[in-house]
């Protein structure tokens, strides 16, 4: 059954949570934040700065298959084990992965290590943004980094391409559910990738990732996630593929089914990014 806990260290953990255990020996803490390229942010030099003591940085683009023309899809087994290692995560670590914009980024390595077999990882609620409106330390300081060994089984349910959404999207056995914002969604604001066309995959319904969460950033309670699913027109009884531009924010939407107890969840990796570049997949507009 879901609970409304805030210290769930497979789905989310609060400030206070991470203060209490932030000298635990087995703890690994990770800055996933990431932007868009329009944003104009160097998320590296921003580490740099100030970040929660003891955290590494991981890189979302560079932690990825750079074989495809896609941006960050999910990294072959071997490139994640070999990048986790060198980071010194492993096996009977908690990690608690954070972002500077409060809960955007840091869901997408929640989901990834998910992928990998991995469940003891959370993501802290309300991410950095709460943590230093509370007056917690951060510092510039590197942690001293040892070799960890990791072993990965690859969940390849959690994911999915585009032929198997296409199919989806078909026979509309599968609830796709779509991240971005609405105007985007509808088709009548630009995508910030150039070249995709605008609109949404036929039959996906909108959830923006935005109203899953509190206004400090926080991930709402568990009723209140529910409530906005079915608002949404979401049957929860059917499977959800989760959706975005580059299947970042398609993770917030996986973390809150979770939260919600739902399991039958994917995400497909493309995302708009893929599906909106083909000019051979059908794409709807408006709230249709």
């Not at 609405?182 to 009548?188: C, Q």
């Not at 630009?190 to 319904?205: N, S, V, W």
Request: aromatic fraction near 8%.
């Amino acid at each position: 059954m879901p609970t409304d806990d805030r210290n769930d260290p497979k789905t989310l953990v609060s400030t206070e949570w991470l203060a209490s255990h932030l000298k635990d020996p087995d703890l690994r803490i990770l800055d996933a934040s990431w932007y868009l390229p329009t944003d104009n942010r160097d998320t590296a030099a921003e580490f740099r700065a100030e970040h929660i003591p003891g955290a590494r940085f991981f890189d979302i683009d560079e932690i990825s298959d750079l074989r495809s023309e896609m941006p960050h899809m999910a990294p072959p087994v071997e490139k994640f084990l070999s990048r986790m290692r060198a980071m010194g995560v492993g096996d009977g670590h908690q990690v608690v992965v954070y972002d500077s914009a409060g809960l955007f980024s840091a869901a997408r390595v929640w989901w990834l290590f998910r992928l990998m077999g991995k469940t003891d990882i959370a993501v802290l609620d309300g991410g950095l943004p709460k943590w230093k409106a509370e007056g917690r330390p951060v510092t510039d300081e590197d942690p001293i980094i040892r070799d960890r060994h990791m072993t990965v089984t690859r969940q390849n349910q959690l994911v999915r391409d585009v032929t198997q959404v296409a199919r989806a999207a078909k026979l509309h056995d599968h609830e796709i559910i779509d991240a971005r914002a609405p105007a985007r969604f509808r088709g009548e604001a630009p995508e910030p990738r150039a070249g995709l066309r605008a609109g949404h995959i036929p039959g996906a319904k909108n959830v923006f990732f935005k109203d899953l969460l509190n206004s400090d950033g926080t991930m709402k309670g568990v009723a209140s996630l529910q409530g906005v699913f079915e608002a949404a027109g979401v049957d929860l009884k059917k499977p959800a593929i989760t959706s975005c531009g580059s299947g970042v924010t398609a993770a917030v939407l996986s973390l809150a089914l979770e939260r919600i107890g739902k399991r039958d969840h994917s995400l497909y990796d493309g995302s708009w990014s893929e599906w909106g570049m083909y000019s051979d997949l059908p794409i709807a507009t408006g709230d249709a």
